[in-house]
């Protein structure tokens, strides 16, 4: 399983780049017309994580020669051999692009970059344990990108980030360094917008939105865009792109927590919530239905609004409706917790002498990607109190929790014995069929089928 941890470690690009890559880099400053003349590869990604791979794949599917650039050894190592996790329609188009020789170039030799028409830098942008941003990786790839550009060429990052990061990561840097952006070199934004374990969308099929230094950066950014996507969506400034991509993991972050508190709701009035959302969603407009569950995980949810916060912070402006609806999201897990402990309460079970198994602990279904993983919080908390946990995960065969401690799944799959199952993540391959006999199940994915001693948040 792939450790996006890994990807962090781009912040040390600079001070990692060997004295024979630095020098042939600085070459290629000292006779920019030796890497203008000579472009062996038309993008270059930065970052070969959950969306710089498939973005790669894109372009290689398009037909474009592609360099694919990551400090990771290890993760160059998994791409090369297949063990990475993809939707099924990308690791097809891994298999291909492995197996054509010209198709693409897989390297952690940074100066390389100098060597393509267009570098699109794709790292993580996570928040640290404050929820406050973590721009170590950004300003890594960032440094190294600038340190390798030369004159002609497109730089574009995808890392959601705040609103003026581009200006001041790229176009302040690239004026120091003497490069006039718009005219020496294209600067652009346009973030990405891949959803893992999702092929109801293609890659192709999602617009994508652009924001250039100038008119003429947007255009040179679409363009090369266009060489796989259907259809690309310029705005005017590079602040409006990175704002728009903002909003919408925003907004998605206020629906879910205000759909989890109505679970709430629902519950205290004895009320089935998924049958109270099916049915506002029958109405053809106004209403856009969205599904409790135990938290939030992953990339984006739990950590893109924080960019937005902090900012504003910065700038002494209150958000409120966003600030209650990242403290709802946070408390949830406590939620779970607290939930599981009524449960065995009512069933007499101290929690020091319980056995509890979660069902699933990625954050999503269908991923091996446990990065804010809300039932690693759950099990934490449960620990911490002298529960006995385990767990079942068909695609993460261990988890490392806050204390350093690594948690290796267990090789059941039945576990009748539990005092308490914990359905977190439902995969499609979840064995679910011994659930129906369990006593007592807390269905944190409000999916199962009501029944004595089923439970719901």
Known sequence: MHRWGTHLRLSLFTSSLGGRQLSRVR????????????????????????????????????????????????????????????????????????????????????????????????????????????????????????????????????????????????????????????????VAFSSERINPADEAFGHEEVPRVVGGFTPECAAEAAAMLGRYVDATHTVDTLEIAEASKLLENTFRAVNIAFINEFANVCRELGVPVTDVIDAAATKPYGFMPFRPGPGVGGHCIPCDPHYLLWQLRANRVASPILEQAMTGIAHRPRRVASRINSMLADAGVPPKSARVVVLGVAYKPNVADVRESTAIEVIEILRKQGTRVSFVDSRVPAIRLADGEVLVASDEVHHADADLVLLHTKHDDTELTWLERHPRVLDATYTLEPRAGLSLI
Not at 54 to 81: H, K, M, N
Not at 141 to 146: K, L, Q, R
Not at 154 to 173: A, F, H, I, K, Q
């Open 27 to 186: 070459s290629l400053l000292r006779n920019p017309e030796s890497a203008t003349s000579v472009r062996d590869f038309d993008i270059a990604i930065l970052g070969l994580g959950y969306v710089g791979l498939p973005t790669a794949l894109a372009f290689c599917a398009a037909g474009s020669r592609v360099l694919g650039v990551d400090i990771s050894e290890g993760r160059l190592a998994a791409i090369r051999s297949g063990q990475v996790d993809l939707v099924e329609s990308d690791r097809r188009r891994l298999g291909v692009a492995n197996a054509t020789e010209s198709a693409w170039t897989l390297s952690n030799d940074i100066s390389l970059l100098a060597r393509a028409r267009a570098v699109i830098v794709c790292v993580p942008t996570p928040i640290d344990a404050h929820a406050v941003p973590d721009l170590r990786a950004l300003e890594g790839a960032c440094a190294a990108m600038i340190e390798a550009a030369t004159p002609g060429q497109l730089l574009m990052l995808t890392s959601t980030s705040y609103v003026g990061c581009t200006r001041d990561l790229l176009v302040e840097p690239l004026l120091a360094r003497g490069l006039q952006p718009g005219i020496d070199v294209h």
